[in-house]
């Protein structure tokens, strides 16, 4: 008899390790263990905040500052120390909330150990270590097996061949793969670096890989910035010393300053990071672990959702509900059921018959274990032939007008999961299904449907969410689920597609995806082309599961949702993990990305606002050798404001806009005129007080130039903060009246900010600011427009 049928063992010893020589391989540092993290140490958080770019940029500058003698110009420097703090504190804090959940979440291996068998974190497995192997692990180590009962991997995520291999007594098998169906024991023979699998769980769990649109987007606009940077400061610099009337050099080098101050966005790429981590944590309060960080971002993308049946919309609880036989008397049934549920390669269906038929007087022969893609498996019972126990369609593809048979179809109509037990003298061979079985009973299962099934369908069928139920389980079964949850699509269990029918085209099976919306006998690898051919189409794919048979789809998907319960290899690559296996955690994680994009957008606006009119001054200097309107200290003042303040109050606020596609591009469209407009205003302004009081000096037009920028800019917020509410209108008036308290009072304003303020320069720049507001609104209105419309379709 072959290795598939019954437990095959090499000539090793079979005890494995004592604990001596795990100590022993310990000391010597032969062990799982590369360090593997599920977030940043805390050096590497503190340098990451620390160490940037545009913290360079200013510490450099603030330096120079100091050189003229002009402290308060300086203080833009504590920007660096705010944003620093800020970044630090709060990723310290989601790295300890995070953690405390992956840790829940950690993968474990069983090891054999002084002849018993454990369980022990993969890091902690060391070389030459027997390890265990059940259908569903992932394989932690590389090795050569030592005993097989019916063991087939799956190397997909190692070579992309996705075709399950048949391992026998000496393969070797190689970390990162999946086993797929039967059991066994290997001896570890490469561990740590040398292995694989420890680096693809722990790269899995990194918050770093998801594409983001947002991180993109605010990434390109960072080199965009920093290039044009590089060509203005030269020529700023030069402007500045040909400027006429100035005090010497000081003048030169602070109006050079204030200007590549205002073009640095010095708050947003820490505002996109936290709006992240702050999500990532709020989302781990309601037990979902959300294993990379853009995660929660795409998921608010996401238009396709595709959903298992069992765990997702039912609880996964399987129970035995009845037995039918073929006669009114067969006590062989009860015993065959019985050794199925002892086979070695446990699962939920066995488990729901050990629960029935328990203490089998025959005697396991061998057999062939339970695979996704067979849908059945085998056992051989001493002198009492085979047994085959599996989906009614595959064990018996043409059913041939047995009576059984056709109330098996009836049953499953009824959202029941039904089984075929089929008896033959013949026997096992290879993983070839028996020839001359009969008929003898129908197992019925029953799994209980989710309370919150049909609220969470119904809210991503309002948020314009397409939902596509993919299931191994019986067409009828799964469409009868299908209309009890109510799901689109579907009003009537026949109307579920039978997905040995679907097409391999990838064209063709699209083309099917988007008339059906229910799919029962889906096999892994069909599961992998339906991700496939909706992201054809240009949808962005959810896709949620438990069973090592999700496993593939999930890492194709857009975004991989594990249930916590469910297998470790599709945990390991899954980008979110619900760890209470709940579905309806779902529309919490939307929630949160659709506030993370629209929020994030809405103070990137606000800061690039800021840069185009920086800019625009800055080349207006350049053209006119004037010089540059707004001092260091007073564009420190304008951005606490009108945007650093505010930017990091409006992040965290509470906003359902559903994702409209093209951040970078809506975020430039409606800064780039708006800082114009506030650019060219703050300049005539400036130009405008230097006529009316010519020997007034250069703190009187920049006192009106602060304020015409400081008006318009506090509309751009009200402009961006809408809807009102009652708290953003008290926001906005606190920080008007900060800026209008700091006017009044000359120990603030002349004394700290280099405001000189009168009643008539006053005026002007009340004036000119209230026209470029009204400027602001127009084009905010305009640009805006069309954005809140295609968010509320």
Not at 43 to 52: D, E, K, L, M, P
Not at 241 to 259: I, L, S, Y
Not at 265 to 273: A, H, I, K, N, R
Not at 731 to 743: D, K, M, N, R, W
Request: with cysteine; net charge negative; glycine share 8%.
């Amino acid at each position: 008899m072959s290795d598939s049928s019954v437990l095959v063992t090499s000539g090793s010893s079979e005890g494995g390790l004592t604990s001596a020589e795990v100590a022993d391989r310990v000391a010597d540092g032969r062990t799982n263990a590369v360090g593997a993290r599920t977030s940043r140490s805390t050096a590497q958080i503190i340098r990451a905040n620390v160490v940037t770019p545009f913290n360079g940029l200013l510490l450099t500058l603030f330096v120079v500052i100091l050189t003229t003698g002009r402290w308060q110009n300086g203080l833009f420097g504590l920007v660096i120390i705010a944003n620093t703090a800020i970044g630090v504190f709060q990723e310290l804090r989601a790295k300890r909330t995070l953690d405390r959940l992956a840790v829940l979440n950690a993968p474990h291996a069983r090891v054999v150990r002084d002849g018993s068998t454990s369980e022990v974190e993969v890091a902690e497995v060391v070389a030459d270590d027997l390890i265990e192997l059940r259908t569903g692990d992932q394989v932690v180590a590389d090795g050569a097996v030592t005993a097989s009962t019916g063991l087939e991997i799956d190397e997909s995520l190692l070579t992309g061949e996705s075709d399950p291999i048949h391992k026998a007594v000496g393969d070797e098998v190689r970390s990162g793969s999946i086993v797929v169906a039967g059991s066994a024991r290997f001896r570890a023979t490469h561990v740590g670096a040398d292995a694989y699998a420890t680096r693809l769980t722990a790269e899995a769990r990194q918050f770093t890989v998801v594409r983001s649109e947002l991180v993109a987007g605010t990434n390109k606009l960072l080199r965009w910035i920093s290039l044009m940077m590089l060509v203005i400061a030269p020529l700023l610099l030069w402007s500045q010393f040909r400027v006429p009337d100035t005090d010497g050099w000081q003048d030169a080098v602070t109006g050079a300053v204030a200007a590549l101050v205002g073009m640095v966005p010095e708050g947003l790429v820490l505002l996109t990071s936290l709006a992240f981590m702050i999500a990532a944590m709020s989302l781990a309060r309601k037990q979902t672990l959300v294993q990379e960080l853009p995660a929660v971002e795409v998921l608010a993308r996401v238009d396709t959702v595709c959903l298992d049946k069992t765990g997702t919309l039912t609880h996964g609880d399987i129970v035995f509900d009845r037995l039918v036989t073929a006669r009114d008397d067969d006590p062989d049934v009860r015993e065959a059921l019985a050794l199925c549920a002892a086979a070695p390669d446990a699962n939920a269906t066995s488990a729901a018959l050990a629960a029935e038929f328990t203490d089998p007087a025959w005697t396991n022969a061998g057999g062939i274990p339970f695979s996704s893609a067979r849908k059945w498996s085998a056992v051989v019972a001493e002198d009492h032939g085979t047994w085959v126990l599996g989906a009614p369609e595959m064990v018996f593809p043409d059913p041939g007008g047995t009576p059984l048979l056709a109330d098996a179809s009836d049953i499953a109509g009824e959202g029941r999961r039904v089984l075929v037990l089929a008896h033959t003298a013949s026997p096992v061979s290879g993983s070839d299904l028996p020839a001359d079985l009969t008929a003898r009973a129908l197992v019925v299962l029953a799994e209980h449907v989710r309370d919150d099934a049909a609220e969470t369908l119904r809210y991503f069928t309002d948020q314009g969410v397409a939902l596509k139920v993919v299931s191994g389980d019986n067409p009828r079964t799964v469409g009868a689920v299908a209309v009890q949850v109510g799901l689109p699509g579907i009003g009537h269990a026949t109307e579920a597609v039978d997905a040995r029918t679907l097409p391999e085209d990838p064209a063709e099976l699209a083309d099917v995806l988007e008339r059906n919306a229910v799919f029962g006998r889906v096999t892994p690898q069909q599961k992998r082309a339906i991700v496939g051919a909706l992201q054809s189409r240009g949808h962005v794919v959810a896709m949620t599961g438990d069973g090592v048979n999700d496993a593939m789809a999930l890492k194709d998907a857009d975004i991989g949702v594990a249930m916590g319960n469910g297998a470790a290899a599709t945990r390991a690559v899954a980008q979110l993990v619900l760890l209470d296996s709940r579905f309806a955690h779902l529309p919490d994680v939307v929630a949160e990305g659709r506030r993370v994009i629209a929020n994030i957008e809405r103070a990137a606006n606000l800061f690039l606002v800021k840069n185009v009119y920086s800019l625009v001054l800055a080349l207006v200097v350049i053209a006119t050798s004037l010089a540059y309107p707004l001092a260091p200290i007073q564009l420190t003042l304008i951005s606490a404001t009108t945007i650093g303040i505010p930017a990091f109050i409006l992040a965290l606020a509470p906003n359902r806009r559903r994702y409209v596609p093209g951040f970078r591009g809506r975020v430039l469209r409606l800064a780039v005129p708006t800082g114009t407009v506030i650019g060219l205003a703050a300049f005539a302004g400036f130009l405008t007080i230097r006529g009316l009081e010519p020997g007034a000096g250069h703190p009187a037009a920049q006192t009106v130039a602060t304020i015409v920028v400081a008006i318009a800019s506090l509309w751009t917020l009200s402009l961006l903060a809408r809807p009102f509410t009652a708290w953003k209108i008290a926001l906005i008036a606190v920080l008007a009246g900060a800026f209008a308290l700091i006017l009044a009072v000359p120990a603030l304003g002349r004394g700290v900010f280099l405001l000189d303020v009168t009643p008539q320069r006053l005026l002007v720049g009340a004036v000119i600011g209230a026209v470029a507001a009204v400027l602001v609104e127009i084009l905010g209105r305009a640009i805006l427009r069309p954005v809140h419309d295609a968010a509320s379709e």
